[in-house]
């Protein structure tokens, strides 16, 4: 058992175990492993460590919802084109359908043998909601680019959040939809440059009142990143001091994403 306390040792411990109970023998010959988002795993544990729960508790918690995240994020990956007919392709298609499932069948296991079900509802309707979100954001209307982003906001940080209320240590809800909408909005913006799709631009050049072209979609979230800088690093600012592992790496976070991204640019 991980005694949590916010160390980057601590996080690699988690990240291990995580990976331990989603990676399949079958799985793994067709899909490839699953991704586990770090700064989210950092943010639940930094939640987690200021909390008067077992030790026990605090790690299961956090790997549970970690396997939420995974099954959320799996079941995204899945291609929803009529082009691809290749046996292959269908096939990949159908075990990442069911690979997220699998990965949402073990955060209920590993809940049941806690008898936790307080927390089961709480990940159960966190779920719900965001998958609500995410048909209003990708298939209904929005009015303007900040109400998609707001909508997309809630997608990325609701998890997170609802934990965060369910076990009352809700500062650090602010900074953590700040950054994962930045974040998000970085990692779109690069695969999409880099000739792979991304669902989110794809979104908002099919809705050209928005923000017109393609070229004018990219203009605006770079724009958008470099105003919500500021307001990302106030909220960081704003934690409570025994935050202060988290707000050392969400800062050397934001140089690595943000200023090291610009130089490279740059040069």
């Known amino acids: 058992m991980i005694k ?6 601590d996080i690699k411990q988690l990240k291990r175990k995580i990976a331990s109970k989603v990676r399949h023998p079958y ?33 299961q918690y956090i790997i549970t919802t970690m ?4 099954a ?10 009529d082009e691809d007919d290749d046996r292959d392709i269908v096939r990949s298609r159908q075990l990442t359908v069911l690979a997220g499932d699998y990965y949402s069948g073990l955060y209920y296991y590993l809940l049941s043998q806690l008898d936790d079900i307080p927390m089961i509802h709480t990940l159960a309707g966190a779920i719900k909601e965001i998958n609500e979100l995410k048909m209003e954001l990708y298939y209904k209307d929005v009015e303007s680019f900040q109400e998609f982003l707001e909508g997309l906001k809630k997608i990325e940080s609701l998890l997170i959040q609802r934990v965060a209320s369910y076990v009352q ?14 974040k998000k909005l970085l ?11 991304s669902p989110l631009i794809d979104a908002l050049i099919k809705r050209p009142a ?14 958008m990143l470099q105003s919500h800088m500021h307001r990302l690093e106030a909220t960081i600012t704003q934690l409570p001091v025994h935050f202060n592992w988290l707000k ?19 040069g």
Do not use: C
């Not at 928005?210 to 724009?223: A, K, P, T, Y």
């Not at 790496?249 to 490279?264: C, L, V």
């Open 27 to 59: 799985l793994v010959r067709f899909i490839p492993e699953p991704t586990i988002d770090e700064d989210k795993l950092v943010i639940l544990s930094s939640i987690m460590d200021h909390t008067n729960l077992t030790e026990v508790k605090k790690e």
């Open 4 to 9: 949590l306390n916010s160390s980057d040792n």
């Open 67 to 70: 396997l939420v995240q995974i």
């Open 248 to 266: 050392s790496y969400m800062n050397a976070a934001i140089h690595h994403q943000f200023n090291h991204r610009q130089i490279a640019e740059e």
């Open 169 to 182: 240590k809700t500062a650090i809800n602010d900074m953590a939809g700040e950054w994962l909408l930045a």
């Open 187 to 197: 990692e779109e913006k690069r695969s999409y440059q880099e000739g792979n799709f």
């Open 72 to 81: 959320l994020d799996t079941h995204d990956l899945v291609t929803l084109s």
């Open 210 to 223: 928005l923000l017109g072209n393609s070229g004018q979609v990219l203009v605006n979230i770079e724009q």
